[in-house]
């Protein structure tokens, strides 16, 4: 009770989210019935697979995308071979731990039923990505555990007219395409596949997305202000 009191001074919009200074944990549910969940590791930096997922069990998935396709990794047991690994990749060859870094977007799928992994660890201040242009996909979240809209100072990702997002829905991507704060009069910032006008979604805290820009590339960086 005391950790989740304090918590509120310190993060007070984020729902789930408990700090105390910079260190603290994240709540962030992961789906279960093999359903894909575009998520990140909000809190405690660079980190395996398995200890950012304690809960993660044999025949779960880690899909990590690698600019041409995806690696796709299913755990089996730490260390099961004697020879540090712990996942098989799609042809079944053994495989270390695949490390996921702040900020970076990966797919996690289980076969189990639906839970809510806890991330523990301490928060990232400042993070800098390198966003690749000519529309290429960028497998990106915040590296800082906040919830904002997609366009907000939050995030801070310097949109351009024409840059792409896809967030995924349970079923299928959401693409929006970014043109202008309130380019219609009504609020909207976005037009979505059909070119009708939509309002900039929330992300939550854990929540990734895909970024594509036709422009050039260029290096997004987040700071966090733990007051």
């Not at 690749?132 to 590296?143: T, V």
């Not at 202008?180 to 009504?186: M, R």
Request: charged share 5%; hydrophobic share 35%.
């Amino acid at each position: 009770m005391a950790a989740a009191a304090l918590a509120a001074g310190v993060i007070s919009s984020q729902a789930g989210v408990y700090s105390a200074n910079i260190v603290g944990y994240v709540n962030v549910p992961l789906k279960g019935g093999n359903a894909f969940n575009f998520i990140t590791s909000p809190i405690g930096g660079t980190n395996a697979a398995e200890v950012a997922i304690p809960g993660i069990a044999t025949g779960d998935n880690v899909y990590i995308w690698t600019g041409s396709g995806y690696q796709i990794l299913s755990f089996v047991s730490s260390n099961f071979d004697g020879a540090g690994d712990s996942y098989v990749d799609s042809s079944g060859n053994p495989q270390p731990s695949p490390i996921l870094n702040p900020g970076q977007l990966f797919i996690y799928q289980t076969p189990q039923a639906t839970y809510t992994n806890t991330f523990v660890g301490t928060c990232i201040l400042s993070n800098s990505i390198v966003l690749k242009g000519g529309n290429a996909f960028n497998y990106i979240a915040s590296s800082v555990p906040v919830a904002d809209t997609l366009d907000g100072t939050n995030l801070a990702i310097p949109f351009r007219t024409g840059d792409n997002a896809y967030l995924w829905t349970g079923t299928g991507y959401n693409i929006l395409s970014y043109v202008s704060p309130n380019f219609d009069g009504a609020g909207d910032t976005w037009v979505d596949a059909g070119g009708n006008p939509k309002p900039s979604p929330t992300i939550s805290v854990g929540q990734g997305f895909i970024y594509q820009t036709p422009g050039s590339t260029y290096t997004w960086t987040q700071n966090f202000n733990a007051q």
